[in-house]
């Protein structure tokens, strides 16, 4: 129906988006820049963390892609 073909948004679009938000914010006070800072510190990590979180993951599908193989056989 309707849903065909839809996928579902990823974890690095949402934080593209994000990214994109926090760059469109122009702080006016010291606390603002300051806040802001810190948010994009966070979304740096966030991003870091991600792509570690990838990587694991994809490792661990190879490893039970072996595992099936082996059990099949």
Do not use: C, W
Request: proline share 4%; hydrophobic share 30%.
């Amino acid at each position: 129906m309707m849903s065909e073909g839809f996928d579902p948004p990823t974890i690095k679009s949402y934080i593209q988006s994000l990214e994109e938000s926090l760059n469109s914010f122009k702080p006016r006070t010291i606390k603002e820049k300051n806040t802001l800072g810190i948010a994009k510190q966070h979304l740096k990590e966030i991003k870091r963390q991600a792509r570690r979180m990838e990587a694991k993951i994809n490792i661990l599908e190879e490893e039970l892609k072996v595992l099936e193989e082996s059990k099949e056989k």
